[in-house]
């Protein structure tokens, strides 16, 4: 296999955003693309006039992640406008909570990256650089999403300063007061992901424009129960476990003092995002579940389909930040009042417990390559 020198560099954001951007612009030259320029995936214009942050990106649902064996070069043979960025895999860990219900009008949604801490038992992992997300629901195209790191990874602050700092003007009113209404964690989800970047150039359909296309894979577990508990009706903490593929506009290169209207930008975005649609939707025809949640909807239903009803979760009242503790410090263990709950330890359950382990970075990155 070849060799992913960004994975051991994964724990320093900076560099790896650097390290990818580097690779990128390598890539575009061996196209043999001179002058070109990357530019960030520009705001959307609303019917009103209004400029929206939406995430170009479509994906598909698998029963398992083995189907998944060979989609790269699945991919590449299908798609010959598809070059690879060479070297540019990542890995990531993490939880990713869901913090508004099924009547909200968007989703909120906490996720962390996780890390070992040096020498530490490999089957204790703690979250790190959290980020808080708000998205408009479903897996329509081109979703509204509004996220930002956290300062200090502290949960309790009020996230509203960062969205208004990071996206201003950006930031619709409806979401802006939704941001402000209190989160409550519904449930959780733990995920691996192997992820690799690639450039689709067309010049026939797109002209000039050479889009960068981000393309990950999931394996995940859904906690059945907002707290992680065992559940009965599961026979287990965990309830659900499948395969996603993702792909996402990372951005896109133009040539120098080039111009390219809103439209014809967005016309490219949109016809990457079909131009791989398709081979993979003929390839997986038989075997893509009919998912029209997001990932983070996913728990929302899970969670509802196994019992838990709007009242329970009110009564649990789960706090993103309990779960950043290694030890409840407000909860205590039904059958014994003398110990505390351990939310860190159920929160590993995600990624190691024996039935539904979630198997290595590397190991997903072989199997798809």
């Not at 996206?167 to 519904?186: K, M, N």
């Not at 689709?200 to 059945?224: K, R």
Request: charged share 25%; aromatic share 10%.
């Amino acid at each position: 296999m070849s060799p992913r020198p960004l994975l051991k560099h994964i724990r320093d954001h900076s560099f790896v955003f650097t390290e990818l951007a580097r690779l990128r612009d390598s890539t575009i030259a061996k196209m043999g693309l001179k002058g070109y320029q990357f530019h960030k995936t520009p705001k959307f214009y609303g019917p009103n006039g209004e400029r929206l942050t939406v995430e170009p990106e479509r994906s598909i649902v698998l029963p398992q992640l083995t189907m998944l064996e060979n989609v790269r070069p699945i991919l590449h043979e299908a798609l010959p406008q598809l070059t690879a960025v060479e070297h540019s895999e990542v890995g990531y860990r993490y939880p990713t909570a869901a913090l508004a219900g099924n009547d909200a009008p968007f989703i909120k949604r906490l996720r962390s990256e996780y890390f070992h801490k040096v020498d530490e038992d490999r089957s204790i992992c703690r979250p790190v650089n959290l980020s808080y997300g708000i998205k408009s629901r479903g897996k329509a195209d081109n979703r509204q999403e509004y996220e930002v790191w956290m300062p200090e990874d502290n949960p309790t602050l009020d996230p509203l300063p960062l969205f208004i700092e990071r996206y201003g003007e950006d930031l619709p009113f409806d979401v802006r007061q939704f941001i402000q209404q209190p989160a409550r964690v519904y449930g959780w989800m733990g995920v691996k992901r192997a992820a690799f970047e690639a450039i689709y150039y067309n010049p026939s359909e797109l002209g000039d424009i050479a889009v960068c296309v981000a393309l990950s894979v999931d394996a995940y577990n859904i906690g059945a129960r907002p707290d992680l508990s065992y559940c009965e009706e599961a026979q287990s903490s965990i309830a659900r476990s499948n395969a996603e593929l993702e792909w996402e506009i990372d951005g896109y290169y133009v040539p120098d003092n080039a111009y390219f209207s809103h439209d014809e930008i967005w016309h490219a975005i949109n016809s990457t995002l079909t131009a791989l649609a398709t081979p993979l939707e003929q390839h997986y025809q038989n075997d893509i579940l009919p998912v029209k949640e997001s990932k983070t909807e996913r728990i929302l239903s899970t969670v509802s389909s196994l019992g838990m009803t709007d009242r329970d979760i009110e009564q649990i009242d789960l706090q993103a930040w309990e779960f950043m503790q290694t030890t409840s410090e407000r909860r205590v263990k039904a059958h014994d009042p003398n110990r505390r709950v351990n939310f860190l330890g159920r929160l590993n359950r995600l990624f190691y417990q024996p039935e539904h382990q979630l198997p290595s970075i590397e190991y997903i990155h072989d199997l798809i390559s």
